[in-house]
């Protein structure tokens, strides 16, 4: 039978694997050997019992649906369960991979995902002595070579390394050292080949459902992120490139040194990002929180030369107040720099088209940009939509920067039991890496907007959002301007201007269709209309000789300076010839109903305009 013939294939496998590894990594130590074939056993002993169980479930469809929902239920929490335990038993990198499954909540039953989420608090804490000998191993020295004081127990914990604070022998800096569990040298390779062998047989018996990809994002990614050093010089490299970026609130720990195993940094400590009592307390805005930190990961995913940080959950995150900033009075800090990729510009700029259409609801380009960006067909498309935007497909193709409502998300759980689920499955399966690291980080701002309980809601990360793909995609026009000819070309010149533009307008249009009154109130241009006291508007025509003049000259007598003010700060906006020139700091979009009501139309669209260029 195939699946007596698979089982003895899988047993002849685990050992000739155990016994290779054991092999290569302690030749004839038999203890070694031991334990490898005791982490073998366990996989293989939960990996059948599992799949025999969903097999004899799944083939029973006599009863009805109700009671057969009861029946897969039970199934999955005792698969579940018997996986837990195993990943707590063989600790290392199963504890790893029990916490990227315990966030798969839009992938995984909720039996599996639930049962894993007590992974995320239990990971292994390495002896002080294991971590001695790791440093004699590593540089020669004992810890007290380096540092004059050195704390014993650990600050903080993960599934691959742990964090100990100490004081720089001879400059008494104090720093965070960052050490790698020393079992991980031991069982990494072993663990890597389980997990693949895990993955390959559940696809064989559940074609369905693929998550081979899951394995071959680990062998990727896990020996960057095992590599100390190459952290360090990606953390160096990051604050060098936000460095040139003014005001940005981003901080990222000085690196004094690093080996393969071992990280020496800067100490800097911070509250959760979604620590609402610490940033209420503080008079920390969680509007401007929730913006700096989708400018700082656009920046990333859009930015010429940087790179993407490819772990950005909340516990690489945190806030600090800082009264000493000019625009903002907090720092954003980011963590664990061990896993970055780049991301190709043609991959960059297609993906900006993307989001330009779909917020633009502009089916036809997101269809096109979709199969460009990911390859997905047209029949996968409404899944992709809604996967790369957490919203159902209505909205995606009508408005996406509207709030979710209750009935939306019980369309998408309704879907996901129709059997959205295994169709979601196999795209990811599909979708080029890079892209799944993209959409993770799209996750990250705005799950983090949605804790943070802004006041504006999406509409100014979609702002932000719409800035950064608008200049990627005019750069690419700039690009290929200079290919054709020089850019100060009269024509090519009023080209240039005039695809931005009207691009970059037809996004703003279609925002602020969506946005209530506090965020834009106008964004139409020159018209007949009648303003607030009745009179006929002029333009720059009927005399006036510049727009300060035109201002000037409808700007109530009585204005009072204090209608500007916002949250105990005062926002002046004085408008100069030929622009708008930012005095102070901006004035809120709360105010825009004042100027609805006493500018010119034409007046207000510039401003408007202007206004939300330097807000997002």
């Given at each position: 039978m195939p699946w007596l013939k698979l089982r003895r294939?899988?047993?002849?496998?685990?050992g000739a694997l155990t016994a290779a590894v054991s092999f290569a990594n302690t030749r004839d130590d038999i203890k070694h050997g031991a334990v490898a074939v005791a982490r073998s056993g366990r996989v293989l002993g939960a990996l059948l019992m599992n799949v025999n169980d969903y097999r004899v479930t799944l083939k029973d469809v006599s009863e009805d649906e109700k009671t057969w929902n009861s029946r897969m239920k039970a199934c999955h929490q005792r698969c579940a369960d018997r996986t837990l335990r195993v990943l707590e038993k063989n600790g290392s990198l199963f504890i790893k991979l029990g916490q990227h499954l315990s966030s798969m909540n839009y992938l995984l039953p909720l039996e599996w995902t639930h049962t894993f989420i007590p992974l995320q608090d239990k990971c292994p804490v390495?002896?002080?002595e294991a971590v001695e000998h790791m440093f004699m191993e590593d540089t020669g020295q004992p810890i007290a070579f380096h540092f004059d004081d050195f704390e014993r127990e650990p600050v903080g914990a993960a599934s691959l390394a742990q964090v100990h604070l100490a004081t720089m022998k001879g400059s008494g800096a104090k720093v965070a050292v960052k050490v790698q569990h020393p079992a991980l040298k031991e069982w990494v390779p072993l663990d890597l080949a389980l997990t693949r062998l895990t993955f390959a047989t559940l696809k064989y018996f559940f074609p369905e459902y693929d998550l081979e990809w899951l394995s071959r994002e680990m062998e990727l990614s896990l020996p960057q992120e095992l590599d100390f050093a190459l952290e360090g010089r990606n953390a160096m490299e990051t604050k060098r490139h936000f460095a040139l970026i003014p005001d940005s609130p981003l901080i990222i720990p000085a690196v004094h040194w690093g080996r393969k195993r071992i990280l020496v940094m800067e100490y800097i400590a911070g509250h959760r990002m979604d620590d609402l009592v610490y940033l209420d307390s503080n008079n920390i805005d969680r509007d401007e929180v929730s913006a700096a930190l989708a400018r700082i990961f656009n920046e990333m995913i859009f930015g010429d030369t940087c790179r993407l940080h490819c772990d950005p959950h909340g516990g690489n995150l945190s806030v600090r107040k800082n009264d000493h900033r000019r625009r903002n009075n907090f720092d954003i800090i980011l963590y664990d720099h061990g896993l970055y990729r780049d991301i190709p510009i043609k991959t960059r700029r297609d993906y900006a088209k993307l989001w330009l259409s779909v917020i633009n609801a502009d089916e036809q380009g997101m269809r096109k940009y979709a199969r460009a960006v990911a390859g997905v067909s047209d029949e996968q498309f409404p899944l992709f939509a809604s996967a790369i935007t957490g919203r159902d497909y209505g909205a995606v193709t009508t408005s996406v920067v509207s709030a979710r409502s209750e009935e939306e998300k019980q369309v998408i759980s309704g879907a996901m039991g129709e059997g959205m689920l295994q169709q979601l499955v196999q795209l990811l399966g599909q979708v080029?890496?890079?892209?799944?690291l993209i959409l993770k980080t799209n996750d990250l701002t705005r799950n983090l907007d949605e804790s943070l309980q802004t006041r504006e809601g999406p509409v100014r990360n979609f702002l932000i959002l719409a800035r950064y793909c608008s200049r990627t995609v005019f750069?690419?026009?700039v690009e290929s301007v200079r290919?054709?000819?020089?850019v100060l070309w009269p024509r090519n010149i009023l080209g240039l201007l005039a695809a931005w533009a009207s691009m970059w307008f037809a996004v703003l249009r279609r925002l602020t269709e969506n946005a209530s009154s506090d965020c834009i109130s106008a964004l139409d241009g020159p018209q007949e209309t009648e303003p607030a006291d009745g009179n006929a508007i002029p333009t720059i025509s009927d005399g006036s000789s510049s727009w300060a003049e035109l201002i000037a000259d409808h700007l109530p007598q009585d204005t009072d300076?204090?209608?500007?003010?916002?949250?105990?700060?005062?926002?002046?906006y004085w408008i100069l010839e030929p622009a708008f020139d930012k005095c102070s700091e901006q004035m809120s979009m709360r105010d825009n109903d004042y100027i609805?009501?006493?500018?010119?139309v034409h007046v207000r669209s510039l401003y408007t305009t202007d206004l939300i260029d330097q807000r997002v």
């Open positions: 294939t899988l047993l002849l496998s685990i390495s002896s002080y080029p890496r890079i892209i799944l750069r690419e026009q290919n054709n000819g020089s300076p204090s209608r500007f003010e916002h949250q105990g700060k005062s926002h002046v609805a009501s006493h500018f010119p």
